[in-house]
């Protein structure tokens, strides 16, 4: 990690975080297990918005669908802003189980950060909010 980001790291809140998203009650290889086998129960809950783990698994298979139209392969790096919604949490999950490389972004960071972590990485493709 560049000293740049890890200072921009030291000053993210981790709080933030933690209004928009509750621990995690399964681990990875545990949601990646119940992706493969998805039923009814919740999976995701951003907020009021939610999603069992069939509409996860769906939605997970329409992101990665998307990005192999566009050319993105497994091991890509593809950038993803990281606003608290169930489309970044899908993506993330997509990204993973897919084999590609997230690269987050945060938002309140400036052009000079983001200008950096993207040159940096080098992602194949960046994800904005629609």
Do not use: Q
Not at 46 to 71: F, I, K, N, P
Not at 83 to 107: E, Y
């Amino acid at each position: 990690m560049s000293s740049r980001l890890a200072r921009v790291a030291r000053r993210t809140p981790v709080a933030a975080t933690e209004a928009f998203c509750e621990r995690p009650r399964v681990s990875v290889p545990e949601l990646f297990a119940r992706l493969r086998a998805p039923d009814e129960r919740p999976a995701l809950r951003v907020g009021d918005a939610s999603l069992s783990y069939r509409a996860l698994a769906r939605a997970c298979t329409a992101h990665l669908a998307r990005l192999r139209d566009l050319g993105v392969a497994p091991g890509d790096r593809v950038g993803v802003w990281t606003h608290p919604s169930l489309a970044t949490a899908v993506a993330l999950t997509a990204h993973a189980a897919g084999g590609l490389v997230s690269v987050p972004l945060n938002p309140k960071l400036g052009p000079r950060e983001l200008g950096h972590i993207l040159d940096d990485a080098a992602p194949t493709r960046v994800l904005t909010p629609d």
